[in-house]
């Protein structure tokens, strides 16, 4: 009987990185899919003819470069491109834009405010000062701080001594950014509605929290800490979508070597004395493997594909407890023409970027009183874009595909579940706001997906639909992520690692918490990990 | 204008900015029709010249004749109010009590640590009415600092074009243009003079330590000023000139530029780039029996107690190769600093620099310092370690610069 060394479950970005380097390494990898491709949250689709739809996750720039150059990705077709960016439209019929040239964004925010618009240059300072203390961490497992390895007290030591070069300012700034609302941490800097609006997107998207809420400043941070090609906090499009990107690490994965079975849904895992031993497909075939990798999120992983009885009580009391709240869907939109928005003059190249029409914070939390009542937002936030204005694979010239990325939608409608008719609701949500700004938007509509919370867990895997594996609050980050204790990609169970978002340093399509479990297990194993080359060489 | 839709339909009104990235100053017709290469960049988002015809011969007509050269993208700050001289005063490193108006100081000022924001002139236009000018924009530390005081603060770059007039033959072209008592105006000395109807505060000012001032006036005077200037300087050899002759007066001169020769505390990403006055050469301005001023508690303290790191200093290098961002070493092997502008200088005939250097080097220990010049020739480097001395600043003194009354040229 065959055994693998080691066993994937989920072909997500996070499953396939974790499975290249292993590969890489000289192991026999399996990649197990429950879905007929291979993609998880990154996946291009043509749902209806001619249209290359990036169903789930739409943008990128978190994805680290490394990765992509150890794993030769260009090779294997990824290509990802820069996008100008976008504009907030507001009631007034006029908007906001933010440009990338650093004088034409200065005078734009002075349209509104000269204030505010001199106020960008601190703000930008201290928050790439928060980044390039994050950024560096994201590529390293994070210490056990009541462990006493050598490993984790040189790390410790390595933090420490991050820690010690900052001055007591800016150890003071950094703990008020981790614990802050993104609200009251843009109020220190702008006066604007709209300014802050435009800034607290990146507070919220993916979160079950409101701009008011304290913790979402930090989830702004972790949308900054990307980059497009050493532009940090740049964010670009996946040439083809976001398939792209899985597509590539399928090729390089394969071209390696490694074994893709899509189709191939796991029921549970075999754990015999403490240990893993391989997989349970649902058809009831057994996959024996000497080691298995979970890329589904903690809660999937431990609640369903693991016996209860097989695992510590209080870790099993912290991962039911762990958090992973569904807050947001997405419509995504053939179109057969490119949307006209009146207020936005025709050759603005903010139709390039991100397009939100989400005027002031108060909207935004507004949006979020409804979720927290159980109801997807009647006025609802949109992160809304038009890829194919940059990438001429996706359509035939002139059609277009959109992604609106929509919050909130709660997990549960009022404590039932979603029916087909609240999804529809929450469609006609979307569509009347856009339309709001876009005379003629229905009559462009050719075809049209709507994931809620629902579809994203039924579909992509994700539970409750929570599309960063779990959210990104500083108690469950770092060494807190996804529960205290088992930080280090491992688990209660021998043989059984944990690769995905719900795990350090946590979702987007990173690709980091696949690499960094690869380098686990990897010291497990005492293989070489000479394939994974450091990140920068200055940050 | 003060409803809410009239302020909804000026902003709109200004949507159009994004069709050009580098918006053009008051002077560009004239600029535009004397550059001959288009050599543009981007000053603070505006469009000006690297040079207009060649940039040496725009270096020597500094030094020979006079230089006109447009500064309206300098940042500007209207300060006014019965409080604007206690508010400046709050704000910056010298003594505002003593600047009279009719008289214009450099200085700077800090954040609460004693991190310099930038440096600047202070033009006191009257005894309430000031006008800061700068690299970096400060809008709300300004607005910020100004709470508790009478004082009006407007951003007003747009509005007011700025020209330098620099060079032997300023005072003479200037006097030709029919500016009477420009002959007056000693080093400092501003004076408001008509000009179409209106008024242009000139002021015995400039950034190439030669003799020059410093025109300012509303932006719909600025072509007639500029002409007015040309048409009287024809017969003394008045020259348009870009950045890169300006740069090189200026370093000759010794003087630093915000974010080229050390970093402002608004826009340093790593602590340690940040610069106490002390550490830039700017610690001559900073006056400690004045009473309070932003950053002065942290500048004292970090003077009594030796924390000052870093010092900027002047250097003569041996040979004749600009040591342009060069590293300094002392005894050729230990890094001590950077060198952030460096010539050769047609005036002095040295090879100078403007470097930052760390403590105690530059401060206590000056001797056996060396640069590392790689020069670049037909693809190949030529590694050059040459020795270092530090000297005063300005690398050059020209006595016509401060002569009363100036001389013609």
């Known amino acids: 009987m065959k055994s693998w060394d080691a066993i994937i479950i989920g072909g997500g970005h996070n499953g396939l990185v974790n499975a290249c380097y292993l590969q890489r390494a000289g192991l026999d990898v399996l990649v197990v899919e429950k879905n007929g491709w291979v993609g998880g949250a990154a996946t291009s689709r043509e749902l209806t003819p001619g249209f290359a739809y990036s169903n789930c996750s739409y943008v990128c720039s978190l994805f680290r470069p490394e990765i992509m150059r150890d794993l030769e990705l260009p090779r294997f077709g990824l290509q990802v491109i820069s996008y100008e960016g976008g504009a907030v439209l507001t009631r007034d019929g006029d908007y906001l834009a933010n440009y990338r040239d650093h004088d034409a964004h200065r005078r734009e925010f002075a349209r509104f405010s000269k204030r505010d618009a001199e106020a960008y240059d601190r703000y930008a300072r201290d928050v790439t000062r928060q980044c390039r203390f994050i950024q560096p961490l994201l590529m390293r497992t994070a210490p056990d701080p009541t462990s006493l390895k050598p490993r984790d007290l040189g790390e410790l030591v390595y933090l420490a001594k991050k820690f010690g070069e900052l001055s007591a300012a800016e150890i003071s700034l950094m703990l008020r950014f981790w614990t802050m609302s993104i609200s009251d941490f843009l109020d220190e800097y702008f006066e604007t509605d709209v300014i802050k609006a435009n800034f607290a997107i990146s507070g919220i998207i993916g979160t079950a929290l409101g701009p008011m809420s304290p913790g979402t400043a930090y989830v702004l941070l972790h949308h900054y800490m990307g980059e497009v090609d050493g532009s940090v906090g740049a964010w670009g499009y996946a040439r083809g979508g976001m398939g792209a990107v899985t597509k590539a690490l399928a090729a390089s994965f394969e071209a390696s070597g490694g074994t893709i079975r899509t189709g191939a849904e796991v029921e549970r895992v075999l754990v015999k004395g403490g240990k893993a031993k391989g997989i349970v497909l649902a058809g009831g075939e057994e996959i024996y493997g000497k080691l298995v990798v979970s890329n589904a999120d903690v809660k999937r992983t431990f609640l369903k594909l693991v016996d209860d009885k097989d695992l510590p009580d209080i870790f099993l009391r912290r991962v039911r407890n762990f958090k992973i709240r569904g807050s947001s869907g997405k419509v995504n939109i053939a179109l057969d023409s490119l949307p006209e928005f009146p207020a936005l003059p025709k050759n603005s190249p903010c139709y390039r970027g991100d397009l939100h029409f989400t005027d002031t914070v108060e909207r935004m939390e507004r949006a979020y009183d409804d979720w927290k009542a159980g109801r997807w937002s009647a006025d609802p936030f949109l992160d809304m874009m038009i890829p194919t204005t940059l990438d001429p694979t996706m359509t035939a010239p002139g059609k277009h595909f959109m992604s609106c990325f929509v919050q909130y939608a709660p997990p549960k409608i009022e404590g039932r579940e979603w029916t087909d008719a609240d999804r529809d609701g929450f469609a006609e949500s979307v569509i009347s706001q856009i339309a709001d700004y876009s005379p003629g938007f229905r009559e462009r509509i050719v075809h049209m997906e709507v994931r809620t919370p629902r579809e994203l867990e039924a579909e992509v895997g994700l539970t409750e639909g929570n599309i960063f594996q779990g959210e990104l609050t500083f108690d469950q980050l770092l060494f807190n992520r996804p529960v205290p204790g088992y930080a280090q990609y491992r688990s209660p169970i021998g043989g059984l690692y944990m690769c995905g978002s719900s795990t350090h340093p946590g979702g987007g399509v990173m690709g980091a918490p696949g690499r960094n479990a690869a380098a686990e297990i990897l010291r497990d194993l005492a293989k070489p990990r000479l394939h994974m080359s450091p990140a920068h060489d200055i940050i | ?409």
């Open chain 2, 1 to 409: 204008m003060d409803t809410a839709a009239d302020k909804v339909a000026l902003r709109r009104a200004a949507q159009g900015h994004f069709s050009a990235w580098r918006i053009d100053t008051p002077f560009q017709p004239r600029l535009a029709e004397l550059s001959r290469t288009d050599d543009w960049y981007s000053w603070a988002g505006y469009r000006a010249p690297h040079s207009l015809r060649d940039e040496e011969l725009e270096y020597f007509a500094i030094r020979s004749q006079a230089a006109l050269f447009d500064i309206s993208p300098m940042t500007k700050y209207r300060v006014e109010g019965p409080d604007a001289e206690a508010f400046l005063n709050r704000l910056t490193l010298r003594d505002v009590t003593k600047l009279n108006p009719g008289r214009v100081h450099y200085t700077a000022w800090c954040d609460d640590e004693g991190f310099v924001l930038d440096d600047g002139t202070l033009f006191r236009l009257s005894a309430e009415r000031f006008r800061l000018c700068c690299q970096e924009r400060h809008l709300p530390w300004l607005l910020d600092s100004a709470v508790g005081f009478q004082v009006s603060i407007d951003e007003e770059t747009e509005q007011v074009a700025g020209l330098a007039l620099q060079g032997p033959t300023s005072f003479a072209v200037l006097r030709e243009a029919g500016f009477a008592g420009i002959e007056k105006l000693k080093v400092f000395d501003l004076a408001e003079l008509d000009h179409e109807g209106g008024k242009v505060v000139i002021s015995r000012t400039g950034f190439t330590g030669d003799l020059g001032y410093e025109l300012f006036v509303e932006r719909a005077l600025a072509l007639s000023l500029w002409d007015r200037l040309v048409k009287a300087g024809e017969l003394r050899g008045i020259r348009a000139i870009g950045y890169t002759a300006l740069n090189r007066a200026r370093t000759e001169a010794g003087l630093i530029v915000a974010n080229a020769d050390f970093v402002t505390s608004e826009h340093a990403i790593r602590a340690n780039r940040l610069r106490m006055p002390d550490e830039i050469g700017l610690g001559f301005m900073v006056d400690a029996t004045k009473g309070h001023f932003n950053g002065r508690r942290a500048i004292l303290e970090a003077r009594t107690r030796g924390k000052l790191r870093h010092v900027l200093v002047g250097l003569e290098i041996e040979g004749n190769v600009p040591a342009e961002h060069a590293i300094v070493y002392h005894k050729k092997h230990k890094e001590i600093g950077l060198v952030s502008a460096a010539l050769w200088s047609p005036m002095a005939k040295k090879n100078i620099a403007i470097a930052s250097l760390e403590r105690p080097f530059g401060d206590t220990i000056s001797d056996d310092l060396w640069v590392e010049i790689y020069a670049m020739r037909e693809l190949q480097y030529q590694k050059l370690m040459k020795r270092a001395k530090v000297v005063q600043r300005p690398f050059i003194k020209l006595d016509r610069r401060t002569a009363n009354p100036p001389a013609d040229f």
